[in-house]
């Protein structure tokens, strides 16, 4: 059972950063592909940013291209979200996920197999 936990969500004003981090206890952590999703108030979970198990595939959501970026660290077991110039439309909260059955990123959120908890990010204007 692979259950990831996030953290480093918070109260940010516009223009101000953030780095989010999603620790999985799993031995094949390396094998995984890894996601962050978000879901803001009254708004459907959308793909933010997915990073393929050897980091050398990534992407991103258009609305945060250049703004913000995904890192893994294979032997912490850890994928993390750097977030810059944040904006009050950032607002949401954020969910790591773990994909475990296909080895390519994919924006669909039912690919992937495992999920944390969610972390909150506000951004105020």
């Known amino acids: 059972q692979v259950r990831p936990v996030e953290s480093g969500g918070g109260l940010v004003q516009a223009g101000g950063s953030l780095r989010l981090s999603c620790a999985a206890s799993?031995?094949?952590?390396?094998?995984?592909?890894m996601g962050w999703f978000r879901q803001g108030p009254g708004k459907e979970r959308e793909f933010v940013a997915g990073m393929s198990y050897s980091g050398d595939k990534i992407d991103y959501v258009d609305s945060v291209k250049g703004r913000f970026t995904i890192s893994r660290d294979n032997d912490k077991n850890t994928v993390y979200l750097q977030m810059n110039s944040l904006k009050p439309e950032d607002t949401a909260v954020y969910y790591c996920a773990v994909g475990v059955r296909y080895p390519n990123i994919v924006r669909l959120a039912g690919y992937y197999d495992y999920w944390g908890q969610g972390t909150q990010v506000t951004v105020s204007s």
């Open positions: 799993v031995r094949t952590f390396r094998t995984y592909v």
